[in-house]
Every structure is written in C-alpha cells, then in structure tokens.
C-alpha cells in the first residue's frame, strides 16, 4: 500500500508539472504583439532597402466599377466540366421577349450558343454585365464555344481584362503577357489575399507589398528570396505553413518561425525535454498501476473460479453419498446382498472427491501462470466411447446418446472436457424435459457436443443467462454451472453456444495436434 501511496503523489506532482511547463510552452510557441511588430518593421526596413521586381496597379488593370465582379470570389468551372456541362445543355425554345427587338445580354448570349445568332453585337464584351449567371465571364464563355475569333490568341490578348481574375491559369501561356501573366501564376489562396488588400503577401517566389495610396490598388513585387536573405540576420524565418500544425506567427499560407539560436528558443526546448520526461514518467506509472491492479485481479478471479469449481462439483458426490447412507441406514437390520454394490457406489463417489480435491488445491495457490486452470491435454482414440462413459449414469434419466456418425481420435483434456458434458447434462434434466439428447459431430478438426433438451428457456442470449447468475425455483445447486462451463471453454480455446427452440448448449473445440 506504501507504493501505491508513493506512485499516486510522485504522479500528482508530475501533472501539475507537467502542467505548467505544457502552459508555459503553448506561451512561447505562439508570436506576442511585439513580435509580430518587430516583424512588421523587418517587412518596412526590406522595404525600404530593396528594389521591387516589377509593380502591379489593379486600378488601370481594371479601371472602373464595371470591372468590379471581375474581381469578385466566383464559381468558376473547369474548362473541361464548363464544356461538358453548360455547351451540353439543350437550346430552349425562342420565347416571345426573345422575338422583340431589345434583348438583354444572357438572352443575346444564349442565341448565339445555340446558333441562332451568327454574330455577336459590337462591344457585346464590353457592355455589363461582365459575369454570365453561371458564374464565368462571357469572354472565358466565348474563348470555350471554339468559334473564330474568340479561340485565337490574339482575341484573347486584347482582351484579358473582360476574364474573370479566377480564370486567368485556364488560358494559354502565350495568350498571357505583363501583370496579367503573373497574376495568373498566384494561387487561390494569394489572389484571395490580393483581392482583400492585403498589405504583405507571400507567395512561392515572390513578396507582395501593396503601396496605399488613396484611390489606386498597387503592389510592388520583390523576390522572396531577398526577403528570405535579408531575415537571416533576424531572429526570425519563414516556412510553408501545414493545417492544423502549431504556427509561431501565420500569415497567408506560410508561417514566421523565431530561430533557434534565441533565449527564448533554447528555453522552449528545454520544456519539451522536461514535458516528454514528465509524458514517459507518468506513463510508466500508468503501466506499474496497471500491471498491479490487473494481476490482483487476475489472482482474485483465479481463487474464486477454484472455489466455484468446489462447491459445484462437491455437490453431487455429498449428495449421492448422504442418498447412500440413508439407504444403508434404512436397511442396515436386513443386510440384503444389494448393500455391498451400494457400498462400490460409495467407494466411486469417495475416489471422485479425492481426485476433485487434488486438481482444486493447486488452483487456490498464487502462481505466476496466466490460465485460470491448468490444461492437461491427452490423445483419445475414441471420442464415441469417451462421451459414452460420460454419461452412461444419465442413460436411466432419460439421456440420449447420438454418437458421431464417423469417429476419430482428438486432443482432449479428459477431466474438465467431463465437468462441462456432465454441467449441461444436469441442467437440461434440471431446467428442461425429457428426453435430452447429446449428439456428436465432426467437422474437419473441429468437434461439436450438442445438449438439447425440450424444455422452454426465458432467455434469448447466453450473455444474458450469465449475467443474471441465479438459479431456477426448482433448482438445488448454487446457479454455477453454465458460468464454470463457460470459463472452462474459454481456458481450452474452445466456445459455449446456446440457442433456443428447442434448448440446445453446444461445446466448440478445436483438435490440437
């Protein structure tokens, strides 16, 4: 008990250990707001010192309010799922709007997709709205119907700013050229950022640094790799950010790391040395706790199931010598021929306990051997005859004997193979009615015993028996039976089975050899 008491309070001060350092870590791996100043400032110093790349002015790009749903988060389709689906769908009918003079622009659009129109208006492209109600611009729309001029590369050159800013990595490379280019290089992610207005973005290769003027959106673009130089004098570096991994400072898709050689590093290194040490000392804790409780247990199951296996099976033979001596008593002034066989039976029931005695005491001593009961296994030639043997006391009670129809040899533990048969020969007379049938079968290696008897069971599952654990109004013994053959199965690597209509408990074995 004294190392039990001692394994409790070393494991109580480890967790509140284990706690602040844990407590303390989550604090150091996550930027303060001055750090992420200092950061910003590196940015405005980088800045200031290095030349940008090239510049970038959405404003001219995309010059007035018209433009604006280009800039817009939009469900822009594949070109392969834009030409199955939407060029697919069938042509409706000409509607009676659409046979006046004035048509809007889906109507107009819808026409020339399905050749109604060969031709398009002047400055159809140009006039809003821009965005078709599928989600795609008219010109990505025109680009994907194939037809001259919209298919060519230079229709689309001059007019890469009527496409939505989405669909510009769906055209062709040569068809790009400038801003629209690099644009079309950025990933979801970065245009995301571009066109929330970000101050910094970082992308693959390159910074972004919007210049906040009043009315223009300008980016001046620098190599990440000047940026990634000039920080090596910091404390700080950037890496790929990975959902859902702990990030010091996030921003975009990448993560601001401090480097190694700082205080603060070096100390949150040593709290996870200390933090593992503290995870391994209380695991093996666990384990001794575990290993300790569940050999106490395992010492307690084993002495119950012995002293089980005692009171069940000393029943019978006290009972059966009491019945004896009573019959003895009553005839002991006649002394008929008949008494000397009840004095063998006596003789038998007496040898039956001296054997049952001798396999129980050694189940009551602790051991270190992981079986509830020790298992004897023997080669028999004939489990026909065996199980005839067996039951050859119960042939008067009205027990049937149904022998397997091909015999053969099977390892078998003879002694507790016999305390289940006779177990479940003795409840079927008890709970059921007659006639009981024991009936044997082979299967390849496997044998099957099967009691059946005629009787009614409540029950619709084995489990549902044993946890329950009581006997029947008419019954004498303790209720133990079914549990001990339960067990008893389980140790030679075998399986009771019950089932209804009629009761039926049936033992599995497999032969070992």
């Given at each position: ?54 510049e970038?002015?959405?404003?001219s ?7 604006v ?23 409706i ?28 208006p ?33 229709w ?6 009527l ?48 210049d ?45 790391e ?20 503290s995870?391994i ?13 569940k ?37 002991s ?9 009840e ?7 007496v ?13 009551l ?22 199980v ?58 496997t ?5 059946i ?10 489990d ?21 053959v ?16 009629p ?11």
């Open positions: 008990m004294r190392m039990y008491v001692l394994l409790i309070i070393a494991a109580i001060l480890l967790s509140f250990s284990t706690a602040y350092y844990a407590i303390n870590l989550q604090q150091k791996t996550i930027a303060s707001t001055i750090e992420i100043g200092d950061i910003q400032k590196y940015k405005k110093q980088f800045e200031a010192n290095a030349l940008p790349l090239l970038i002015d959405l404003s790009m995309y010059p007035s309010r018209r433009f749903q280009l800039l817009q988060p939009s469900n822009v389709f594949s070109r392969e799922n834009t030409t199955k689906t939407y060029f697919s769908r069938p042509c009918l000409e509607s009676k709007k659409m046979s006046k003079l004035s048509f809007d622009k889906s109507e107009t659009w819808e026409d020339f997709r399905c050749n109604r129109l060969t031709r398009l002047p400055k159809f492209f140009d006039n809003p709205p821009l965005i078709h109600e599928s989600g795609v611009s008219y010109a990505y729309l025109a680009f994907l119907s194939g037809r001259d001029p919209f298919w060519t590369i230079e689309v050159r001059s007019n890469l700013n496409f939505h800013i989405y669909e510009l990595q769906e055209l062709p490379d040569k068809s790009l050229e400038g801003n629209f280019r690099v644009l079309s290089k950025l990933k979801k992610n970065d245009l995301e950022a571009l066109l929330k207005g970000n101050s910094y973005i970082i992308t693959d290769d390159s910074f972004f640094v919007r906040h003027q009043e009315f223009n959106v300008t980016y001046k673009i620098y190599s990440k790799a000047d940026l990634e130089n000039f920080f090596k004098t910091k404390l700080y570096f950037i890496k790929p950010y990975q959902e859902g991994e702990q990030c010091y400072y996030h921003e975009g898709r990448f993560c601001w401090k480097s190694a050689g700082s205080l603060a590093q070096i100390f949150r290194q040593s709290s996870i040395i200390i933090f593992s040490g995870i000392v209380l695991f093996l804790i666990a384990v001794i706790l575990f290993r300790k409780i050999l106490q247990k395992f010492e307690e199951e084993k002495k119950k199931h012995a002293l089980r296996v005692l009171t069940h099976e000393l029943r019978t033979p006290i009972s059966n010598l009491l019945l004896q001596v009573e019959q003895i008593n009553k005839q002034d006649l002394l008929p021929v008949g008494i000397l066989e004095f063998l039976k006596m003789e038998g029931e040898y039956r306990l001296k054997r049952l005695a001798e396999k129980s005491t050694s189940y001593q602790t051991t270190d051997d992981k079986s509830l009961i020790a298992i004897n296994l023997q080669n028999t030639l004939s489990v026909n005859a065996l005839r043997d067996m039951i050859d006391d119960f042939i008067l009670k009205g027990v049937v004997f149904v022998p397997a129809r091909i015999d053969q040899s099977f390892m078998l533990d003879i002694y507790w193979f016999s305390i289940c048969v006779k177990n479940l020969i003795e409840n079927a007379l008890l709970h059921g009615k007659t006639p009981v049938r024991v009936e044997m079968t082979f299967l390849d290696d044998l099957l015993l099967d009691v008897d005629h009787g009614y069971s409540a029950y619709k599952t084995l549902e028996m044993l946890s329950l654990d009581r006997t029947g109004k008419n019954s004498t013994g303790l209720g133990l039976g079914l549990s001990i339960e067990k008893i199965m389980k140790e030679m690597d075998g399986k009771l089975i019950y089932s209804s209509h009761t039926t408990f049936s033992l599995f074995l497999r032969n070992k050899k």
